[in-house]
């Protein structure tokens, strides 16, 4: 994992849709990857879409699963479940 700089931590909001196999699927991989490993310096935010639809709006969200990571800028983003984990790494740039 790429170490984050003294002034901040990375952080990362996943948009999932209630139940959702796909969104099911996307939080446990984001939690082994982000959480279980033990990766410092991370904060994950997991947004439901069907409790809050309008959140949708403000990252323009228009699939889910979809994976932000909203600091360092810019703001990259990686849809899907999360599952292949040197994609979703390099996606975000910390491979």
């Known amino acids: 994992m790429k170490e984050t700089s ?3 931590l990375v952080r990362l ?6 139940n959702a196999p796909n969104s099911v699927h996307a939080i446990a991989n984001a939690k082994a990857l982000f959480i279980e490993r033990g990766a410092s ?3 994950l935010e997991i947004v439901d879409l069907m ?3 309008s959140r949708a709006l403000t990252d ?3 699939v889910t699963p979809t994976l932000l990571r909203l600091s360092p800028l810019p703001v990259r983003r990686v849809i ?3 599952s292949d984990t040197e994609a979703v790494l390099s996606a975000l740039g910390s491979k």
């Not at 909001?13 to 209630?18: I, S």
């Open 6 to 8: 003294s002034k901040g």
């Open 13 to 18: 909001r996943l948009y999932v849709a209630g």
């Open 41 to 43: 310096g991370y904060v």
């Open 51 to 53: 409790v809050h639809p």
């Open 60 to 62: 323009g969200i228009i």
């Open 80 to 82: 899907g479940t999360l």
